[in-house]
Every structure is written in C-alpha cells, then in structure tokens.
C-alpha cells in the first residue's frame, strides 16, 4: 500500500540537545516550544543509535535500545519507545559512520516517523528511505507539526531523485521493487547525452540497466543527479547483517526464493570472532553472547542453503580474513561495481572498482536482482603532489583531509573522493587503500583510484589474472571531467595526525596537542591499519625500539591485529612476528576487533585512552574509553613511550631522547 498523501505526526517531538539536563526532562514528559536558537546535538552517529552489541537483535526488539549509546548516558532501554515520540530533531550528520540499518530501524521500531537534522548521511538517508522512515532537513516543518497541520508526502520527497521519491512514495525499497518488477513502475530512462565524465561516471554508464527484464546494460553517458539501477559484480555481507537482510528476503519473497546468480556473492564471519573474549559479565547475562553466536549460526545456513562461498573462521585462529582486505586480495577487479553491507566496502576503490556500502534492505533486493540503486554522485578531486616524508603516512594525509572545513560542515556527504596526480602513483597499493577506505569518514560515498600497473602487478601476482585482461578493464576519468571542487595536497608538507576523541574529522597535528597524554591502550589493526604495508611500518618503529633496549611498558595493553591469513603469513615470513614479540606486542589472528569493540583492544572503562590506527572513534565505538586515531607508525611509537608521540620520537632526530 502506498503512502497516504497527507501526513500527521501525532506523537511527541524529542530534541536531542546538547545539554543533557534538557535531554533528561524530555525523556520524563516535559514538551519543549521549537527553538531555532537551541544547540542540537551533531555528529549522531549509527554506533551512538545502535550500539554493537544492539545490532545482535534484528527484528522490532530493536526499538527497546534506541539511542542508548548516545554520548552521556541519558537515553537508557525503552527510553524512546517508552517517550511516545513520533519526531527526533538532531544537528549535523545524523548517521555518520557504519551502514548498519539497525540504527534507522530501532528507531522506526520505537515508533519514530520522521528524522529531522539539519544534514543526514548519505547510507543513513538511504537505508531510512527503504525501510519507510521519513527524513527532513527543513525545519520550518516542526512548527507546523506542533500547529497538528497535515503535511503533505511531496514534501519529504523534495529535492530526491525519481527513483527515491518514489521509494519513499511507496513506504519503502520492497514495496517499489515489487511494483517494479511487476512492470508497474519503471526508472526514468536515462538520456543523458554524450559529454566527458569522471570515472565513476564512466562505470555507472557501463554497467546502468536499461531493462531489467531482458538484462539490457549501458547508457550512453551520465551526469550527476541520474538516477538509476546499475548492475553490481560482487555483492557481500558479514554476519552482524546477513540474518537481518536473511529475514526481510523470505519476508519479502517467501522461504523459496533463491539469490540470483550465487557465484558473485559472499558471506564474512569476521566482525564477531572474539567477542567472547570481551564480552562482560553484563551483557552476557542478558544473553547477548549467544545472540551474537547465533548470527554467524544463521549467516552459515543461509550460505549453505544458496551455495554461497562464506569466509569463515581459519584453523590458525581468528577468520580468514576482513571482508574488505578479502575483496582487495580475492574479489574485486578494476571497473567492477561492488556493495557490501559495511561502509568500509569503498576500500575496493583502490582497484578502480566502484564499491560503496548499503544496508540489509539494499543487499536483500539485490540478492534478488543482482542491481542496486544509484543516484550519480559528485565527484571531489584529491590531486596529490610530491612524496611524504619520514615518519609520515597515508593515514596522516586522510586525517589531514578529513580536518578541513569542507567535511567538518557536511559538504562530502554522498560526494565521489577521487584521488589522482603523481603522488598517489608514489604510494604502494596498501597506502592508497587507506585514502580510499577513510572516505566514508568523510561522509562520502565511495572513495576511488584510477587502476594502473601496480595493480596490473599486483592482482596479476595475487590471483593470476592475465595482464592484458586486466589493462583492458582500464579506466580514466575524461579530460574535461567535471568535479564539484579540486584540491591539491602537497604531500611533503603534511606531517604526523591525530584525530582527538569522538570523531575522524577531528584531526590536529602532534604539535596541537594538549599537554602530554599518556595511553592505555595502542591498537594497530582493523581493515585500515592491518595490511602489509601497515605492518612494514609496525616492524620498522618497533625494530628501532628493541635495537635500543626499548619495550612497551607494563601499563601499555599494545597489540597487533592482521587483515587477513595472507598479511599474517606476510609478517611471519618478513620475520615481523618476531619483532613484534620481542617488543612486547600481543598478536591478535585476523578480525575486526577492538575496531567494533569485539575483540582484545577495545578499551573497557570511561577513564582508558587508546592510540589506534583503525579507522574511526566516535563514542562508544571501540569500547567505553577516549580512542585517538593515529598512522601505524604513530601507534607503535607511542606504545613504547606510554604516550602519544610523533614516530620522529624513535626514528628521527628526536631518537636519541628516547634511550
């Protein structure tokens, strides 16, 4: 049934505010008059909405724990659902961070209808479309909403693509993808005439469906603002989402429906592998360990029943291998277009493939019709100049990026990071894998680099495809290619990052730090900071510490986690393990981890500090604590001094200090 076309939203109207006390007494009854002048809470991110360990429910239970990881404790079990709010108004960026459509679900399922903020996340907007949670950033509709006005549906459809408007027309993706493959409902055609195109627009052209029925692909030429559904090569979800998208699947189609051709889709048990060794006493007493056991039981039937290859976990501990580190090593090839059901599935951009994360909605349909929905992107224009210097890393160069003004006030949401120019052909393939897997830190909607012959080299070596097949799926932007901005990074002149507490965009350099502070924790590992070229940086710093009779210090926690069964079969045969041991590292088999707060590394009281090379540290993310973000270099060297430092501290001029 589609949506009515006017809407009331009797419920109450909950202002995430920036003063907790406020927040309080909204939960205990009190209404508040609209406020254009009132701080709003910023930055929302999915971690905060569904914490991990809500995201092993998947069904309406989701609704009792919305919000009860927002930052500073107010929101507690049933406190929305309990609220009887049908409105939650937030500031910039509601829904930054992972794809999981736990966090839009919880709340539709505590009985929200309407998400107001002044910017909303492009996975997060997409994922509330499909399941039929309204969205706005117009606040002028709360006032008329308190007047008990009837709004009508053209007004949450405003500024949308056709294919999104009608989504949401219709309450959600099933319900339009019902009426599409019926023949009852058609895209608009894209007759987008011929003109040079970036590319990402080049392979969403190449492989646009121009008829589903009869399996027709490829437009001429697209702009951005098309809307589409474009063919996908590689389709793969992990097992904290795998059920739920299991579940809408046979909801939607029935227990017989089958996915479309099996062979390009894969299942990863690798985010919850040693959740059982940090899991407290707590929450295993609400069940919630065998919840989490219980996802990867219900991933491996639903891989056996369509014959799906699954990645499981590997005899020498740990999985085979980070889903992202896997598509890289074994999935993805240049001009692909690959989705997976984590935001981090943009890190295959550094093979020249088009791969972005969705949630469990997008990935069900797309079992069902091997497409995915697409509204052409911008494209933001990275050209990166020079070579770095000493002690310096891509890690640095993202955490450099993702500090500037236009990502700190939401203008990447949904953009294209292309990165290009002789600096990135200087950078190893593992190196440039960290600029494309950070942008969806920036709120972007993949991130990209034009495939040249080191990865000719290296997918040639991996996996034994023909070079000369491989430079045929070559691509380039156009001369002429139109961007929304061009910036260009002279990578000599970055220096040594930190990202303080709370989110990614918040990078200083060492030199702004406040005051010395001192670890707890330093973390080398997760999909951005487990590669092999991570831990050719992680050997070199702790190489130079035990050449000097340097070791991490007892109260330093300090371990090292790999991507895959392939990086630490690397790190052995290099002779890094060893190293690593004598330094006093603990090795962690490959996982996400401490990254997601399942696994050794997470930090477990408020008052721990971590130095980690992972990808992301909003609140809550990788446990109770304040996560620092930092290179692999960065990380070892503060291991070893207790304190975040610059590597220089033990690998340049500032050595010598450090004996």
Same mark, same amino acid.
């Given at each position: ?157 405003? /500024? =949308?693509?056709?294919?999104?408007? &009608?989504?949401?027309?219709?309450? *959600? @993706?099933?319900? +339009?993808?019902? $009426? ?113 056991? /219980? =996802?990867?039981?219900?991933?491996? &039937?639903?891989?056996?029943?369509? *014959? @799906?290859?699954? +990645?499981?976990? $590997? ?345």
């Amino acid at each position: 049934m589609p949506r009515p076309d006017q809407l009331r939203f009797e419920g109450r109207i909950l202002y995430l505010t920036e003063d907790p006390e406020l927040l309080r007494r909204q939960l205990e009854g009190e209404d508040l008059d609209y406020d254009p002048d009132r701080k709003l809470r910023d930055n929302i991110s999915t971690d905060e909405i569904t914490p991990g360990w809500v995201c092993f429910y998947y069904d309406e239970t989701l609704g009792r724990y919305s919000m009860v990881g927002l930052k500073g404790g107010v929101i507690e079990k049933d406190s929305i659902k309990g609220g009887g709010f049908s409105v939650i108004v937030s500031g910039l960026s509601k829904g930054c961070g992972s794809s999981r459509e736990t966090a839009p679900f919880s709340e539709l399922a505590a009985g929200v209808d309407l998400v107001v903020a002044e910017s909303i996340e492009k996975i997060y907007g997409q994922n509330c479309q499909n399941i039929g949670l309204l969205t706005t950033t117009d606040f002028g509709i709360l006032k008329r909403i308190i007047a008990g006005e009837s709004i009508s549906i053209e007004e949450f459809t405003a /500024g =949308l693509d056709p294919i999104s408007a &009608d989504i949401v027309r219709a309450g *959600g @993706l099933f319900a +339009y993808n019902r $009426a599409r493959m019926a023949g009852e409902i058609a895209p608009p055609a894209i007759d987008t005439a011929a003109r040079p195109m970036t590319l990402v627009e080049k392979i969403i052209a190449k492989n646009a469906v121009r008829d589903a029925a009869e399996g027709a692909l490829g437009v001429t030429a697209v702009a951005p603002g098309d809307a589409l559904f474009v063919r996908t090569d590689v389709r793969f979800s992990h097992e904290y989402v795998t059920p739920m998208a299991d579940s809408l699947f046979r909801r939607a189609l029935g227990d017989e429906a089958t996915v479309t051709d099996p062979e390009s889709v894969f299942a990863f048990r690798d985010h919850l592998t040693f959740l059982s060794d940090v899991m407290p006493e707590e929450k295993r007493k609400m069940g919630l360990l065998d919840k989490a056991n /219980g =996802l990867a039981e219900t991933q491996g &039937d639903f891989a056996a029943r369509h *014959g @799906l290859k699954l +990645y499981g976990e $590997a005899p020498r501990g740990g999985s085979e291998a980070i889903c992202h580190n896997a598509v890289v090593e074994d999935l993805a090839l240049p001009g692909d277009i690959v989705i997976g059901t984590d935001s981090h599935t943009c890190m295959a951009g550094v093979l020249g493939a088009f791969a972005f994360g969705v949630g469990s909605t997008d990935m069900a349909n797309a079992w069902y019709t091997k497409d995915v929905r697409v509204r052409v992107p911008e494209t933001v224009r990275f050209v990166l100049e020079g070579a770095l210097t000493d002690g310096v890393s891509a890690k640095d160069v993202m955490l450099h990026i993702l500090a500037q003004p236009f990502f700190r006030t939401s203008k990447g949401i949904g953009k294209v990071l292309e990165f290009t120019g002789p600096g990135v052909a200087g950078l190893d393939l593992d190196e440039r894998a960290t600029l494309t897997n950070m942008a969806v830190e920036a709120g972007g909607f993949t991130g990209i680099i034009e495939a040249d012959e080191v990865v000719v080299d290296y997918l040639h070596a991996q996996r034994g495809v023909a070079k000369d097949e491989l430079r045929a799926r070559l691509m380039k932007s156009d001369e002429g290619a139109e961007y929304l901005d061009t910036f260009t990074i002279d990578l000599g002149a970055v220096v040594p990052m930190v990202a303080t507490p709370g989110d990614p965009r918040n990078g200083i350099t060492m030199t702004e730090l406040d005051g010395e502070v001192s670890i707890d924790i330093a973390y080398g590992g997760s999909c951005t900071g487990g590669k092999k070229s991570d831990m050719d940086m992680y050997a070199k710093v702790f190489a130079a510490a035990v050449a000097k009779g340097l070791r991490v210090p007892e109260h330093v926690e300090c371990y090292i986690q790999f991507g895959s069964q392939a990086i630490r079969e690397y790190a052995e045969a290099q002779g890094y393990t060893a190293t690593f041991e004598a330094a006093g590292v603990t090795m962690i088999p490959p996982s996400c981890g401490a990254c997601i707060n399942a696994g050794p590394g997470a930090s477990r009281t408020k008052e721990q500090v971590s130095v980690s090379a992972q990808n992301r540290n909003f609140p809550g993310r990788s446990g109770p604590g304040q996560v620092y973000l930092a290179s692999p270099l960065t990380v070892a060297a503060s291991a070893i001094m207790g304190k975040i430092v610059p590597p220089e501290t033990l690998l340049g001029p500032l050595a010598d200090a450090a004996e």
